[in-house]
């Protein structure tokens, strides 16, 4: 790195004296790393996201997102849970995120541009205990991800339902994102 030391010196950081020369990223705040968190694949087939609480620190094709401390009152992290992984949500990454061919690409953008509806905190009460029950199932020590159990895809059936009615779905509307998912 030496030999790049004159151009590294001109990082905005290194000039106003935050960080050495030879540092090429900030470090990370571990309060953001050790809370709960959602997590994802960076590029998948579906949308798959999970919650990961046992404060460990995800590889670099892992994507990590919390919530910010102004939105925790606003956002039951549970809540943001059961939206990303609904039909409908897969259906607007498809359309309006970015793609590698027909992989989702779940980095920074396009998951801040989701538009997620803002409701009542006692209202986002029945996508919590759908994804409590689905988080239930999914502990289970003889759990198979790639069979999942029927009560586990009636639960995530019912949360679509609720996203549904959450933004207002017409009939055909819903048929649409029904046959759009299943791609």
Known sequence: ?????????????????KLPWYSLHWGRDTKILENIKIVNSRRSKRNVFALENLKKYEQSDIMMTSIKEKFTDLF?????????????????????????????????????????????TEAQKPFIDLVDQILEITSAPVYNPKNPPVKQR??????????????????????????????
């Open 154 to 183: 009636e639960l995530e059936k019912q949360i679509d339902e609720l996203v549904y009615k959450l933004y207002d779905l017409t009939d055909e509307e819903v048929r649409i994102v029904e046959e759009s998912s299943k791609k």
């Open 76 to 120: 039951d992290i549970k809540y943001l849970l059961a939206l990303l992984n609904s039909k409908l949500y897969y259906v607007w990454l498809y359309n309006k995120g970015k793609r590698k061919g027909e992989l989702l690409e779940l980095f920074y953008q396009p998951l801040a541009e989701i538009p997620i509806k803002k409701i009542p």
């Open 1 to 17: 790195m030496e030999k790049f030391k004159v151009i590294l010196k001109e990082k905005r950081e290194c000039i106003n004296g």
